[in-house]
């Protein structure tokens, strides 16, 4: 691919429910405003929390289908499509770079685009007309293997590439749906996602790194990792501070927040 002047930024944003399109709140017009801000990438790689394999897999078909991996929601939502083109000429220069970093990749030439990918990206990109590739998470390893994921992706930023990451920069599941979609923040949730602001403002990628040690409450955020793995790679590919550009709560637990690294 062509070479750019300026890198792509790299981004991390929370997704929250799949309800997002219908249901936008606060989030959906500025994921509207980021990709008109952004322009029109090469490309995307998304890391979605919902794909979570044994080792890094990526996507290879050149034309992805919607996957619609959710129940019980309304039926309006079953009926979105994003068909974007995928890039499998992408997807394997993905795969060389993670081998070359020592992270052996596969392509997954059915895999299709899920809703931690199609749900931002239908807001960013409505058009569908930026081809897409997405990876996968492995919420078996630690922040740095995802971190290190990064730094391998980061020449694909000069090739016009945009590096987003897609997960929830708070995600305790078990406390969904004990307050108001519009409740203020519970102090424990707002305690790490002002941690996580600063942290990233302040470029502390080794406190990052070892959030299990140093973070507010970490397992009362992230009871498991993978809505938060998405957010490393990103910040791997990146080379200084990133500023959150967004902030916002659901259900008062669940932090929409979203990050930018130029």
Known sequence: MPSRPDPMPTLFVSHGAPTLPLDPGPTGPFLKDLGRRLGRPAGVVCVSAHWDTQSPRVTGSPAPETVHDFGGFPEALYSLRYPAPGDPALAQRVVELLGASGRPAAVD????????AWVPLLLMFPAADVPVVQLSVQSHLDARHHFEMGRALH?????GVLILGSGGATHNLGTFGRAPVESPAAPWANAFDEWLRAAIEANRSDDLLAWRER??????NHPTPEHFMPLFVPLGAATGPGRRIHSAFTFSTFSMAAFAWS
Request: net charge positive.
């Open 155 to 159: 020449p694909l930023r000069r090739e």
């Open 215 to 220: 973070a507010p409450d970490p397992l009362r």
């Open 109 to 116: 030439p059915k895999r299709g685009l899920d809703h931690g």
